[in-house]
């Protein structure tokens, strides 16, 4: 199984700033996924990461907010842009191998 | 379509008691099946999975699921909890070879002493 880390693994931040977080996989992997996961919610998938090509959005999610970058097959970033209180959220990334998914341990971001 | 129902968004046991948390599914493909577990403060791991071979899956720290194609559930069990099983289980659905996960809206299982 993948291991993952995340960083940061969380902060504080000021509304109109943005975030970048960062994704690494101890091995090569085709497909990264980001999601989020509201207080007290399930989880909501974002955008998946393909190396290579530009990633694709889940409905409700747009590359301005939300741009994401796959460098290489054990790196991806995700970027929260121009934040509000509303993206008060745990990040996480994760990983497909066959039939699975590992997750990394997140990113806790509170927006002030 | 997918989804996934948890039929309860908390579930109270005593120590030592069984646990039942409840998940139903629906599904247009043969589906795999997933539960994950989220501790406080904790990344997600995975407790245990259904890919269509055995009905009844064994998973780690004493915990099992039964898929039930009639009822379109899977249920997670244990027989005995423990103060450790505190914490969040989602019930997720994957179709086929489809990437997607679909997750339920999570149980958060309380373990009184």
């Known amino acids: 199984s993948a291991v993952i880390s995340q960083k940061p693994s969380r902060d504080i931040c000021q509304r109109g700033t943005s975030l970048t977080i960062q994704c690494q996989v101890d091995?090569?992997?085709?497909?990264m996924f980001w999601y989020r996961q509201q207080p007290g919610q399930s989880l909501t998938l974002i955008a998946t990461?393909?190396?290579?090509?530009?990633?694709?959005?889940e409905s409700g999610f747009v590359i301005d907010k939300f741009p994401i970058s796959r460098p290489n097959l054990t790196f991806s970033t995700l970027t929260v842009s121009n934040m509000s209180p509303e993206d008060s959220s745990i990040y996480l990334c994760?990983?497909?191998?066959?039939?699975?998914?590992?997750f990394g341990p997140g990113t806790r971001l509170t927006v002030l | 379509a997918q989804s996934v129902t948890q039929l309860d968004s908390h579930v109270s046991v005593s120590e030592g008691t069984p646990v039942l948390l409840r998940c139903n599914y629906s599904?247009?493909?043969?589906?795999?099946l997933f539960w994950y577990v989220q501790h406080p403060n904790k990344g997600l791991q995975l407790l245990l999975k259904?890919?269509?071979?055995a009905t009844l899956v064994k998973g780690i720290n004493g915990f099992e699921a039964e898929f039930k194609k009639s009822e379109t559930s899977f249920h997670l069990t244990k027989p005995s909890a423990h103060m450790s099983d505190a914490a969040e289980y989602f019930c997720?659905?994957?179709?086929?070879?489809?990437?997607?996960?679909?997750w339920g809206a999570g149980t958060k299982l309380i373990i009184k002493p």
């Open positions: 997720v659905v994957k179709e086929g070879s489809n990437y997607q996960l679909i």
């Open positions: 599904s247009s493909y043969s589906p795999s």
């Open positions: 259904y890919t269509s071979a």
């Open positions: 091995s090569q992997v085709t497909m």
């Open positions: 990461a393909n190396q290579g090509s530009e990633a694709t959005y």
């Open positions: 994760s990983v497909g191998e066959y039939n699975e998914q590992f």
